[in-house]
Nanobody
């Protein structure tokens, strides 16, 4: 059973940056594709970015492409989300998730097996 713990959230002004981290334990990290999602108040959880087991393939939803960067360090069992040019509409709880590497990356929420507890990101205008 894989456990995921996010960190790095906080309050930042519009135009600022944050780097989120997600530390994994309980499994072989490189066996999993990883993803970042977010959920704003009153809205559904949305896929933001995904990364394959090696880190060589990444995917982004259009709303964050060019502003957010997903990366991973398999030696540290950690996946990151670098967020730049933050906007008030980026305010949400951010979650990391994992699924078996062989299953690939998909935006469908229910097909991700493991989830962290989330970290709050608030962007002030």
């Amino acid at each position: 059973q894989v456990q995921l713990v996010e960190s790095g959230g906080g309050v930042v002004q519009a135009g600022g940056s944050l780097r989120l981290s997600c530390a994994a334990s309980g499994g072989t990290f490189s066996n999993y594709a990883m993803g970042w999602f977010r959920q704003a108040p009153g809205k559904e959880r949305d896929f933001l970015a995904g990364i394959n087991w090696s880190g060589k393939m990444t995917y982004y939803t259009d709303s964050v492409k060019g502003r957010f960067t997903i990366s991973r360090d398999n030696a540290k069992n950690t996946v990151y989300l670098e967020m730049n040019s933050l906007k008030p509409e980026d305010t949400a709880v951010y979650y990391c998730a994992g699924r078996p590497a062989a299953a690939g990356i998909i935006s469908t929420i229910r097909l991700w097996n493991y989830w962290g507890q989330g970290t709050q990101v608030t962007v002030s205008s």
